[in-house]
Each structure stands twice: as structure tokens, then as C-alpha cells.
């Protein structure tokens, strides 16, 4: 098995190895803007070019697949999600499009099965009346059933009477004898009704990684921590790697570390190879159940702030040790006080270990929301890189939405894409699957169509955030990853597309760069009100996914 982060070479040996010529397309590639084919050699890119020169090398030995003018561009890297998570949400309960309490629970009396009934995906923000129901009436409509339904944020979930006993949660911080639970009473919840067999809990993730791969991903960072689903999740995510027909899988862990020797033992204890103690290492909450760090109030709750779940001296311990150990770390992080707090870190760790081991390491950090300029620039000094999350604000950022009912004025300064790449700051995008659809190019979408003109940024930025850079995130020894050049791992998606252009958050600037002098590699036209249309996917030569229009 290949270590995650090291791409293995060509297999120049192999006996079996395929070559396959794509040809009469669009090939994305900094090797060649006006490329139309491509051959795939094993499990590497062997070549790029025209049409006229894939005539004269096209020979028999070869399979041929005819383009028709589809796009083949690299493949998306997630940067952030959930494998068993998005796993449950695919075959749960979807409650994203309930608008009541009352239409929530006929969704819970309609459940099928005598198991505990998991649903995914409400938001009372949406309701025509917030009022959530009470536990009384999460009983009658699963008479004796454990129910576990996550709010769209997976922060707060709404639970049974019989899950409340089950999972002990009386007395615990975050349960007040409503079925809404958060802080430490949702984690013990969440546990207790995800005690999968193994049969279950590989189904799960096996129906998240096809949903990946239909959709263009050939890899994806999965955030697992104690407080999501324990070890043996991590380690069933880690090892479909050994089987190289799905998208790669990214693996980090989020447990707390006090020192390097502690840290150490947390790595030698997880029984699988991880990229860092990073992720879901929760120094806040989210927006949207209030559990958010913030400096000020929350405009729609008077005296409430949101939390802090670690200290700044529990942050400074754990990158200090993480940093002599040469890995990286990272929290989820998105309150404006939440981020104070992990800089105020980040200067004590640079304190102790000095300010390039502590940028050698590689940190990171998960969602970032709410970042002022000084943040930002705090941010560049250590070169951290932030996985962000663009979906959110398509979903939550629009007048009217979540944030600003939530946070008022300060919502308009969310999420501020722009500014990181304006300060130096290496972004990567993902999705935070469930809480956002594994849909790429509806996230692109949502970089050029940001709430906040001035944070838009173009087409191809987004595009090279969701694909290189999600690489360069994991600290890939390979500089190729995410590149289709010649000697370049063969990681890519074919795309039924509409049309093809440049798209630049700046309107003045469309007119010259798509003239073709301008050499910019062309993306499909996200104004048509539809996503392209994956036909195939494929990591490093094996085919992930195919449509079946592809070979037709």
C-alpha cells in the first residue's frame, strides 16, 4: 500500500499495462491550452497535444475514447469531509427540505426499520415556525426508537427519550431536558447512535466514496476525531486505500495532544498512517447553532457567544508538539474569537519552537469564517493553510440568510476568499460533506457568485483551489498532483459541458482573457444554471467511475 501523501510511480514493468488515448475534447493543462488529447500510460499522463499529432500516434494497442468534445480536466480533491457521515446522510433521513416541526416528524413516523432512525439535514432557520417539537413528540412518532436527527451543521442534533437514557446524557453540559443537544451532550449522543457493525459502517462509507467518484473527486480529506466516530472509522477509511478503486482517502485525526511524546503516542495507537493530528479538532462550534466563538454577541441571542471548547494553552501544547514531530496540526475553527484564540496559540507555539518549525510543519486549519485583515496576515506569518468551504456561503450567505440573521453586519464579512489570496494565504476547498453536497463545480460556482463582491474570485482560482491545492494542503511530496503534464499522475474527470470559457470575478477583465492569445485554459460556463455532467473519473490509471454515454 502506497503511505498516504506519496503518489507510487509508473509501473513501466507490468505486462498488463493499458494505454488509452483521449482525443477530440478539451484537456486542461498548463502544458498545452489549446490541448485536445491526451494518452494515459498505466498510471501516468505519457502525453498531451493536438488532434493532428494523436493521428499519427494513435495505433491499435491503444484503447480510443472520442471525447465529443467533453472537457478532461484534473480530478477535485475535497479538502474537508466525512466518509461514514455522508454515508448516513445518502441513506437517512434527508430533512433539508422539511419546513416544520410537524412535517419533521411525519419524516421520523415514516421511518422504516426497528433500528435507531437517523435523519440528516434540518434547519429551523428555513421553518415557517422555528419552534422545534419537544421530546414528547419525537417518542409518539418512533414509539421506543433511539432517533438521532443532525441539524444541517452536524453541531446540534434533535434525539429521543430513548436516546437521552441510552447515551447518558443527563447532566452532561449542552443537554437541558430538550431534544435539541450541543457541546458535550451531542457528542456523547452521536456515539451512541452510531454503534455500527462493521457491515454497516463499511456500506456507509463505500455509498460516500461512489458518491465521490460519480461527481469528479478522485481524493478527499476525511476528518475523523474521537468526538465523530472513534478509531475503527479511521482506520476502515484509510485502508480503501489498499484497494485503489476509489477516490484516495486523505486520512487525519483530531485528538488533542499535550506533548510530542503524547502526540507520538496518539499516532502509534490509531493501528493506520495518518497526515496529521489535524481536522476536526474543535476549538469552536458553527453559525448556526450559536455553538460559534464570537467576540461580540450573537444578533438573534442576547448574551450568548458561542463557545470555546479548548484553551489557548491546550492549542499552544498541541502545536508545539506536533511541530517537533515534523506533522501537521489544525482545529476547526470558524468565530471570529474561536480564530483569536488559535493565533494567540500559534504566537506562544512560535515562542517555544521557534517560528520556522512551527511553518515547516504545515498547519492548518478548517473553515475559517470569520477573519479580519490583521487575522489574515497573522495567518500568512505562519503559512498556514485554511480549508474553506464555498458552499456555505451560497448557502447561508445571501441577504436575508442564516449569517445574517445570525450575526447581522458582520455577516458580510464572511468567508473572505479574496483576502486570503490577496495576503498569501494557501486556501483549499471542500465541502464538509454532509453539510454540503460532494458537488465541485457548484462550489467553483459559489466562489464567483460570493454574497460579498468584493471576496468573489475567478473561475480558474477556484478551480486550481479545489484541485492542486487541495494536494498541496496535505503536504503531497508529488509537485505534479493535480496537474495533467506528462509524467503527472493520471488523476482526472471527463465533463459534459455546454460551453467553455474564462470567468473572472471582475467583469472588466473577461474581454481579453478569453481571447485565445491570453493562453488561459478553458472551464465550463457555470451561468447556465446546471452543473457539468461527470462521464468519467479516474485516479492514477484506474477508472473510479464511467457513465454510460462515455463509450458510446
Known amino acids: 500500500m502506497n503511505q498516504p501523501g506519496v503518489s507510487a510511480g509508473p509501473d513501466r514493468n507490468a505486462k498488463d499495462r493499458k494505454v488509452t488515448m483521449y482525443r477530440n475534447g478539451s484537456i486542461y493543462t498548463a502544458a498545452d491550452p489549446f490541448a485536445t488529447a491526451m494518452v494515459v500510460d498505466g498510471d501516468t499522463v505519457a502525453w498531451v497535444g493536438s488532434e493532428q499529432a494523436a493521428t499519427s500516434i494513435a495505433d491499435s494497442s491503444m484503447e480510443i475514447i472520442d471525447l465529443k468534445g467533453a472537457l478532461l480536466a484534473p480530478g477535485f480533491v475535497d479538502s474537508h469531509a466525512h466518509l461514514t457521515e455522508t454515508g448516513i446522510a445518502l441513506s437517512g433521513l434527508q430533512l433539508s427540505g422539511v419546513r416544520s416541526a410537524t412535517q419533521l416528524l411525519d419524516a421520523v413516523a415514516s421511518a422504516g426499520g426497528t433500528g435507531t432512525v437517523l435523519g440528516h439535514g434540518w434547519d429551523e432557520t428555513t421553518w415557517t415556525d422555528p419552534t422545534i417539537p419537544t421530546l414528547e413528540e419525537i417518542q409518539r412518532a418512533a414509539p421506543g426508537r433511539h432517533v438521532y436527527l443532525s441539524r444541517i451543521d452536524v453541531h446540534s442534533a434533535l434525539v429521543s427519550p430513548s436516546l437521552v437514557a441510552a447515551a447518558g446524557l443527563q447532566g452532561l453540559d449542552g443537554f437541558s431536558g430538550e431534544p435539541r443537544v450541543v457541546r458535550a451532550a451531542h457528542t456523547a449522543a452521536r456515539l451512541a447512535a452510531r454503534n455500527f457493525t462493521e457491515s454497516e459502517r463499511r456500506g456507509y462509507q463505500e455509498a460516500a466514496l461512489q458518491e465521490a467518484a460519480s461527481n469528479g473527486y478522485v481524493a478527499l480529506a476525511e476528518m475523523s476525531a474521537p468526538h465523530i466516530c472513534g478509531s475503527a472509522d479511521l482506520r476502515m477509511a484509510a485502508s480503501w486505500n489498499d484497494h485503489g478503486n476509489t477516490p484516495e482517502v486523505l486520512p487525519y485525526w483530531g485528538e488533542l495532544a499535550t506533548s510530542q511524546e503524547h502526540a507520538q503516542a496518539i499516532l502509534d495507537g490509531l493501528g493506520t498512517t495518518v497526515l496529521g493530528l489535524a481536522g476536526d479538532l474543535n476549538m469552536d462550534g458553527s453559525i448556526g447553532s450559536r455553538t460559534a466563538a464570537l467576540v461580540e454577541d450573537y444578533s438573534d441571542a442576547d448574551g450568548q457567544r458561542g463557545s470555546l471548547y479548548l484553551s489557548v494553552d491546550d492549542a499552544a501544547k498541541h502545536l508545539v508538539a506536533t511541530s517537533l514531530l515534523g506533522i501537521q496540526a489544525g482545529f476547526h475553527v470558524i468565530g471570529d474569537a474561536g480564530l483569536g484564540a488559535v493565533l494567540d496559540a500559534f504566537d506562544a507555539a512560535a515562542a517555544e519552537v521557534g ?92 466562489c464567483l457568485e460570493h454574497s460579498n463582491p468584493e471576496q468573489r474570485i475567478s473561475a480558474r482560482a477556484a478551480f486550481l483551489g479545489h484541485t492542486r491545492a487541495g494536494w498541496r494542503a496535505t503536504k503531497h511530496r508529488n509537485p505534479l498532483m493535480g496537474q495533467l503534464v506528462p509524467g503527472a499522475p493520471a488523476s482526472f474527470a471527463v465533463w459534459e459541458v455546454e460551453e467553455l470559457m474564462v470567468q473572472v470575478a471582475d467583469s472588466r477583465v473577461q474581454s481579453w482573457s478569453t481571447d485565445p492569445r491570453a493562453r488561459t485554459p478553458l472551464l465550463p460556463a457555470l451561468d447556465t444554471g446546471s452543473d457539468p455532467r461527470c462521464l468519467q473519473t479516474v485516479r492514477e490509471g484506474h477508472e473510479l467511475f464511467a457513465h454510460e454515454s462515455l463509450r458510446v
Open 355 to 446: 517560528e520556522q518549525r512551527l511553518r515547516a510543519a504545515g498547519h492548518r486549519l478548517e473553515h475559517v469564517e470569520m477573519a479580519d485583515q490583521s487575522a489574515i496576515e497573522r495567518l500568512a506569518r505562519f503559512s498556514v493553510s485554511v480549508s474553506v468551504q464555498p458552499a456555505f456561503d451560497a448557502a447561508w450567505g445571501a441577504p436575508g440568510g442564516l449569517y445574517e440573521h445570525r450575526l447581522g453586519e458582520r455577516s458580510q464579512r464572511m468567508n473572505p476568499f479574496a483576502s486570503f489570496y490577496a495576503s498569501g494565504v494557501p486556501i483549499a476547498f471542500g465541502s464538509d460533506s454532509p453539510v454540503t453536497p460532494l458537488r465541485p463545480w457548484s462550489s467553483v460556482r459559489a
